[in-house]
């Protein structure tokens, strides 16, 4: 038996859809702070806004495992995690690094395969699931939904393929340098001295993201230092020369 709403709200939500679990409670303007969702109504977003689950993790935690079944999509509340697969000899390849904002897992909801990556926080963090039955009935009955999705997917498709050309015709100097460079204009803070990147992945994430291993990053990483282009310090690189960065990309 399904809860009409639409003389209110346009949506109609399966009566199975009602989550009754201990959770944080969502407002609308949560709800249209998800990309995918900030077309829908207020009305919509209230409705939706109980249906949602929203939970803690602690630091180098599994929010989703790749083979498993898919639960619904994420959104990053708050803190960072990495998205990432695994090898059958147990080599990664981190496909995104995840702020607060980004979402995963949408794929797995309409192709109705296993979830394709897994996510591991890199320290506390706070997610959303949107629970898969529900979003799919949204973007049954919602057309800009669907377009929003579509725009998402198009971007990310652009994004994969620029990690598949930068794996396969870009040397690890080059991509260890995009990385540094790419992060030292994102979120570098500069200092007399240069710009100053916080260490915010260990060396072997560095090396699953750059698609290489954690030995040749190091010595990329040398190798920058005795160029003064980088010094490598324990919690934060130095990025004395960007220029020299952007060269290498």
Known sequence: MAVDTSRQTGLTLPAQAVHTGMMTRLTADDVLRIPHL???SRADAERLAPEFVVRTYPGRDLVAREGEPSRGFFQMLTGRARLFRSG????????RLLQPGDTFGEVAIFDKGPTPATVETLEESVVLLVPAALFRLIVETQ???ALEL???FSKRLRGFTELVEQISLQTVPQRVAR???LTAREEGTATPDGIV???????QDMAALVGS??????RTLHVFETEGIVEVRRKEILVRDLSALQRLL
């Open 88 to 95: 059958p000899e147990g080599r990664e390849q981190i496909m």
């Open 197 to 203: 990147v916080p260490r915010s992945i260990t060396l």
């Open 143 to 145: 057309p800009s939904v």
């Open 213 to 218: 291993v954690r030995e040749v990053v190091s």
């Open 179 to 181: 990385y540094i460079y």
């Open 38 to 40: 900030s077309s829908l």
């Open 150 to 152: 579509l725009q998402h």
